[in-house]
């Protein structure tokens, strides 16, 4: 579940833990109503929504930003139309792409965006893992999506734009 | 306004979850409009990066487990302390620093010399009468000053 969230392992780590402490000390407030995975997956949501909520927020994210294997990747794939399989080091590279974008996100729209998108989770799941409305699991996704859509355009445009202006 | 339908069919849902007529229409459209293609393309992009964040598993160090059950141990240990002992290791430094101050303070007030107050060497200078009568002295006493030599003059006069 942390693994969702985080991609470096110590983050994993600590979110996992904090996970089981408070699934240990929070035993007696479980109710036997639900499943005991779907009130571990609702402590771990809200856990690692915590540990997103801390990290530092940045706003917008430009070419400059990008590292050289970023910008390739970007370069490789914007031109291409279907989805070719990835390499191993492509992959972890989309992958530090993904959470440099995703750090343009406010935390609740991270977590509705790689729940859903990412793990292809319904919005009745999210909602049930994370005690928020359907509706706003919704809007959630949908602001994310755009917001995530756009930045990505932006990127594209920039990187279009200074192609054009090395080959004038 | 055919644009903005190709778009909110884009931000509806998840590119991997559109139907296979909508990924039609997208496409068909997107050969025709160059802002509908832009979007279409960084929403493809989007989704590819999405799936390979999440597919991407971290594998938990040999020593997790131990150190769960360190911290679980840990977190009992101090629950199991009484509050008032967990209040005292957490001001212990506070209440000895502020003994340690106020026993220094009361040794300094029982050996440290006396120094006589201004007011006590110069009442005896001055007489009840002459304060009394003198009121058009230039010597200006203060309040105290008067209040002392009042009373001296009294005691004096009860020794008496």
Known sequence: MANR??????????????VFLKAFTQLDSYEGR?????????IATNTCLNMVRSAKRRPELAVADLTDDENHWLDTNAGHTGDEPQSVEDKVVASDLADRLL??????????????????????????????????????????????RETMEKLLGSKAGRREGKLA | M?????????ENSPLPALS???????????????SCERAYQAARLSAIILSERVSVPVEPSPF????VLA?????QSIENV??????????????????LTTAALGVLSFFAPGVPSAGEDTASAYSAEAVLMDQQSDDQMSYEQVLSTIYNDENDDDVR
């Open chain 1, 103 to 148: 750090g343009t996100l406010p935390a609740e729209d991270q977590v509705a965006l790689l729940m859903i998108d990412g793990e292809n989770a319904s919005v009745k799941e999210v909602a049930e893992a994370t005690g928020w409305s359907e509706s706003k699991v919704k809007v959630r996704a949908f602001r994310a999506r755009r917001k995530l």
């Open chain 1, 5 to 18: 969230f985080f991609r470096q392992r110590a983050l994993v780590e600590e979110a996992a833990q904090e």
């Open chain 1, 34 to 42: 639900g499943s005991m995975e779907g009130w571990l997956t609702r």
């Open chain 2, 71 to 75: 911290a679980w141990r840990e977190k």
């Open chain 2, 82 to 99: 009484p509050a008032w002992s967990r209040l005292w290791k957490s001001t212990r430094a506070l209440v000895s620093s502020m003994a």
């Open chain 2, 64 to 67: 997790f487990q131990t150190r």
């Open chain 2, 20 to 34: 296979d007529s909508d990924l039609a229409t997208i496409t068909s459209h997107a050969k025709e409009c160059e």
């Open chain 2, 2 to 10: 055919k644009n903005k339908h190709i778009i909110e069919i884009l």
